[in-house]
Every structure is written in structure tokens, then in C-alpha cells.
């Protein structure tokens, strides 16, 4: 059973092209949609509910944030493989079949992403490494993407997108969760920390499932198409800052007391620094 799993705020159109296209694509096997409306304005869950009546539609009362949302759509999902989808996505074929089928056969693996291609027809880059103090470093000073090696182990920026291999933490746009894997670090009802409200959830997850012995595949074999952060553009300062606000957060959280007490503050300067300079100002970031 396939549980998918996608969080809208505000995406009305994408949506419906979302859910249209899993109509046309459906698994092979049972499945359920579950769909998480975080109080849109844009008439996104009476959409969903007129249109496609077969989706488990929750409609929040509030904007809880994705992480929040996704934890939702977990807590009522029956299924034993979990999809977490954006709506600013489309399916085109039958990866969904390739992806269970894929992720089943490699039981060391607890979750799988898959090749996202954008509007133009070109691979996106959609894979990242689990951001470390160097490789934070390596990133702001833009000395990973021309050096490499442990500078850009955050980046990854010599990525090869053609070969399927395990990769840290595929963005979390479509990424496909062995129920069994998440049962192994907590509650799968709730697998994602709130605390991350907006960005570094799926970062977070991820690396608590590689620590518990868990490895996460891309695979170019399957893919679907993104148009790419429709939501968070629609409030981009916010964003941005909640974004840096997350990365320093991640960074305490998992490595707080594995560095000497100066360096961690002054990579999080750093980050908020760099926040106001991209956002031209400051910004409270995400409020539910």
C-alpha cells in the first residue's frame, strides 16, 4: 500500500495538476492520497474537495508549516511505503511503480529520491550534503564549488545526477519512506521535528535515518517534473530567513556539543549575516 502524502498552502492550480496527474499515473498497486490544506486563501481545499473526492482531504485550520502538515498526513496514512509529495509536481510515467519496486529490492535503504526535472527540460539539482561546520563554510565562501573535497560536502556540487547511487539528503519535493525504516527512530505518526517548521525537516529526518543505519537512494531511472517553490515564493523574505534561521538550528541540534564553544556561534553569525544580505533586511520568518 502507497500512502501519498502532499502539503499544500496556496498552490490551487499545481495542485489540481498534482492530483490530475497521479490520476493518470496511478501505482499498479493500492494507494490513497492524502492531502493537508494549510488555511489557503486561494480555494485550494474546496477545490480538492469538489474535484477529487477520493483524496483524504485535511483542511487545517491554521497554517501549521510543512513540517507540521506532513506529521498529519502521517498520523492518517495506512500505507507501508509513504510519499512525501510537493504539489508544485507532476507525474509523467510510472515511477511510482519503478520507485516501490526499487526501494523495496534494497532493504538497506529507508527512503528514495528520485530525478526532478524543471520546466525547461534539465535536471534540477535536487541533492545535498548534510551541512557541516566546513561544509557551511566551504558554501558561504564559495570556495567548495571551486575546490571541492570536504568544502563541499554541503553543496555538492560535483553531484552526477546520471548515476543512481546513495545520496545524503535528496531534497524533500518527492521522497519515499519504508514505514519500517521510520519505526526505527520514533513514532511514523510524527516523523518530522516541528521545530523545523518550514526548511530542514526532511535534512533532519534523513539524518537521524542514516544514523540509525539507514541509507537514502537517488535514482535518475525515475522522475518527475517541478516547478519548484511555488509556495515559499509567494512570501520570499520570510523564507529566506526562516531557511537560515533552520540551518542554524540543524547545526546546534547535531553538533552543539561536538565543537568548541566559538566556533558554532560564529558559523551561525555567519548564516544570519547571510540572511540579511539575500532577504535586504530582516525578517521574523515562518509564524503558524
Request: aromatic share 10%; glycine share 10%; hydrophobic share 40%.
Amino acid at each position: 500500500m502507497l500512502s501519498i502524502l502532499i502539503v499544500n498552502w496556496n498552490t490551487k492550480e499545481l495542485l489540481r495538476v498534482c492530483l490530475g496527474s497521479i490520476q493518470l499515473h496511478p501505482p499498479s498497486g493500492p494507494f490513497e492520497v492524502i492531502v493537508v490544506d494549510n488555511l489557503s486563501s486561494d480555494g485550494s481545499a474546496a477545490m480538492v474537495a469538489a474535484e477529487f473526492p477520493e483524496v483524504k482531504l485535511i483542511a487545517s485550520q491554521k497554517n501549521t508549516g510543512y513540517a507540521k502538515g506532513n506529521n498529519l498526513a502521517f498520523a492518517n496514512a495506512t500505507g507501508n511505503w509513504l510519499l512525501t509529495l510537493n504539489p508544485d509536481t507532476e507525474l509523467t510515467d510510472n515511477s511510482l511503480d519503478f520507485a516501490i519496486d526499487h526501494l523495496q529490492s534494497t532493504p538497506t535503504a529507508g527512503c528514495l529520491g528520485v530525478r526532478q526535472v524543471g520546466l525547461d527540460g534539465n535536471t534540477q539539482k535536487s541533492v545535498r550534503g548534510f551541512p557541516t561546520l566546513l561544509g557551511i563554510l566551504g558554501d558561504i565562501s564559495g570556495l567548495g564549488r571551486r575546490v571541492g573535497g570536504i568544502l563541499d560536502s554541503y553543496r555538492l556540487s560535483r553531484f552526477d545526477y546520471e548515476a543512481e547511487q546513495i545520496a545524503p539528503q535528496p531534497m524533500g519535493t518527492f521522497l519515499l519512506f519504508r514505514r519500517e525504516a521510520l519505526a526505527t527512530i520514533g513514532s511514523t505518526d510524527a516523523p518530522f521535528d516541528e521545530s523545523f517548521p518550514i526548511f530542514f525537516n526532511e535534512v533532519d529526518l534523513l539524518f537521524r535515518l542514516k544514523r540509525a543505519g539507514w541509507d537514502c537512494l537517488y535514482t535518475p531511472k525515475a522522475q518527475i517534473r517541478h516547478h519548484g517553490g511555488e509556495s515559499t515564493k509567494q512570501v520570499r523574505r520570510s523564507m529566506i530567513w526562516e531557511s537560515h534561521k533552520s540551518l542554524s538550528r540543524y547545526l546546534w541540534k547535531h553538533y552543539g556539543k561536538s565543537f568548541h564553544v566559538v566556533g558554532l556561534p560564529f558559523v551561525s553569525c555567519l548564516i544570519f549575516a547571510a540572511a540579511f544580505i539575500r532577504a535586504k533586511g530582516y525578517d521574523a520568518g515562518f509564524r503558524a
